[in-house]
């Protein structure tokens, strides 16, 4: 079969070149199903795989620094290696709505479409590009949701009396970072020592060099 020319997030028509996402949370799990259909699904769509990109026994919860294979996928995309990325399903990329409207905007940037197999999601085609802006709308309404949310906490707080900020540091257990740090103790060892956070250690430090 020939390749086959789709039109592209942006829409233009290009030939689709295709990395494969796989991904497992455990190691008892085998990404071989998802592997065998999508590599049928680019086979009966005409799309040339150039590349298969796996994460095993990897939580979706993961930054992109923790999952190799995503990581190498994304800078293939970026270099244009690939313009079709297909996956499984939305989960296989992450675990919230804003990661993946975050990850879709990086694709569209780049020219780059997804297939997902679960939710039938085809950025390549009018279908698949509306998806994904009612997607963005959908985000957009849970970062307004939270946002409420926390300034209603505050407000209720302050209505409370509660003070809001940072709590302050005894004077005696500044003394005591300073007389520490003084004999040559490390930050990380200081806080360790004191039973405090090392940011509490840095910010008494900062301070005392004012």
């Not at 675990?95 to 879709?104: C, P």
């Not at 005696?172 to 990380?188: F, K, N, P, Q, T």
Request: hydrophobic content about 40%; glycine content about 12%; some cysteine.
């Amino acid at each position: 079969m020939a390749p086959r020319i789709l039109m592209n997030i942006a829409g233009e028509g290009v030939m689709k070149r295709v990395g494969i996402y796989l991904r497992v949370s455990t190691n008892g799990q085998t990404t071989e199903n998802q592997r065998r259909e999508l590599v049928a699904i680019a086979a009966r769509s005409g799309w040339q795989v150039v590349g298969i990109y796996e994460d095993a026994g990897i939580s979706g919860a993961k930054g992109r620094d923790k999952r190799p294979g995503f990581d190498r996928l994304l800078k293939d995309a970026t270099g244009r290696k690939v313009n079709m990325i297909a996956a499984w399903s939305v989960d296989r990329l992450g675990r919230s709505l804003q990661d993946l409207v975050g990850f879709l905007t990086d694709l569209q940037a780049l020219g780059c479409d997804l297939y997902l197999h679960q939710q039938a999601l085809d950025t390549s085609t009018p279908s698949g590009r509306a998806m994904f802006q009612m997607c963005g709308v959908f985000a957009e309404f849970e970062r307004g949701m939270i946002r409420e949310r926390v300034n209603a906490g505050l407000a209720r707080a302050k209505e409370r009396g509660v003070k809001l900020g940072r709590r302050p540091v005894k004077v005696s257990v500044e003394a005591r970072i300073r007389d520490l740090r003084a004999e040559g103790m490390g930050i990380l060892k200081i806080g360790r020592t004191l039973g405090i956070g090392t940011s509490v250690v840095q910010r008494v430090l900062a301070q005392a060099e004012l």
